[in-house]
């Protein structure tokens, strides 16, 4: 079904020169204030659409609601995106460039020529020679994650706004902040929201269809050294980043790490340290499809930690302990209990001409945690590429059939 008057371009282009960058070390909600500045325009502009219950609350959580156009009592549907964007590279100034009539060459992107979006490096791009493709300037990400979600289902409102006469039940629109650091859903009044299931804007490329990811635990080691005067620590220092060195020296280093991981493989990854001589620690992210596997991995790697204390004589007087903090868990297991959800969103893809690519998420998204608190949320494509990084790029044409596609599950036969 080809959409009349859709506005995806000049939207997302608006949206993401907005600076929404979130931050791990915060301790706010929002982790940025500035996140706020999109997510006020986006109520402003379903206002104007005649969304009459936009509204921004406290927490900065945008709810809205487009009525039923018809009398029977069909499941409210909530579609769901975040505005936030990764700290792992810059959202401040983002410059997006479209590239019309992409001709395949590699694209030097102009604030950094070393920064060069090729088809060798990203094959997908092939599939886009002779249509118009978005990537950022070269010094900044360019926020497709998840910009693209957000235009996506702001362009799906417009539509059904303009189109009464399309039948449909309640839909639900939610966005939140603070994904890419873990809290966005901290805070969200899942019962003020109303809705039965939903679906994430967050997926990747056309097609793609996504209801498992990791269970995902975070882990951190604490070390106790030893301190002394280092003028006269001969025998008696035992220094805690030292240890914390050998600990990270002890990992396999050909598999249980990302860079050696795929597909369902789990993972154990140290991705902070921080300390000095007499106290340290060491935060990991633990991943796995399987959730009890998260345990399994926790307690190898104390293990090893405590291995690396008991076999070195010069840590006798050392100790070591473990805290583990649940953060999020595999939706498939809420899905699997709900499969009319997954049913209505493959039935929207083959009606947009899509044979879906169901594939599990070495990651999550607040799909995941929406589950566990009530609402069965899987996650469809926007088509966002090189995500977190200088070379993030997106194909006009992906973000079209997503909105295509999430209006199919909208709409009442």
Known sequence: MALDNLNVTERFMKY??????????????????????????LVIELQAMG?????????????????????????????????????????????????TNYNGA????????????????????????????????????????????????????????????????????????????????????????????????DGGELGSFEMETFSADYLTLYIEGVIAHPGTAKGVMQNAIKIAGDIIAALPKDKWCPEKTEGREGFVHPNHIEGGAEFAHIEFLLRD???????????????????????NEDYNRASVRMEVKEQYRNMRSILDQNPMVVEKAIAAYKKAGLDPIITPIRGGTDGSRLSFMGLPTPNVFTGMQAIHSRHEWIAVSDMEKSVEVILNIALVD
């Open 289 to 311: 499809f399987d959730t009890a596997e998260l345990k399994i991995s926790a307690d190898k790697l104390l293990a090893i930690a405590k291995k690396v204390i008991d076999q």
């Open 106 to 201: 590699p694209i030097v992107l102009p604030e950094d020529p070393s920064q060069v979006i090729t088809v060798d490096q990203y094959p997908y791009l092939k599939n886009f020679i002779g249509a118009n493709i978005i990537t950022a300037s070269g010094n900044t990400l360019l926020g497709a994650d998840d910009k693209a979600g957000v235009t996506i289902i702001m362009e799906l409102v417009a539509y059904l706004m303009k189109h009464p006469e399309l039948a449909h039940g309640t839909i639900k629109i939610l966005f939140t902040p603070d994904e890419e650091v873990g809290r966005g859903t901290d805070l969200l009044d899942i019962k003020k929201l109303g809705a039965d299931f939903g679906y994430t804007l």
């Open 16 to 41: 993401v020169q907005i600076d929404t960058q979130s931050d791990p070390n915060s301790t706010s909600f929002p982790s940025t204030n500035k996140q706020k500045d999109l997510l006020a325009l």
């Open 51 to 99: 969304v009459q219950d936009a509204a921004m609350n406290e927490h900065g959580y945008v709810m809205a609601t487009i009525p039923a156009t018809i009398p029977t009592a069909v499941p409210v549907i909530c579609f769901c995106a975040h505005v936030d964007t990764a700290p792992d590279c810059s959202g401040t100034n983002v410059k997006p460039i479209l590239h």
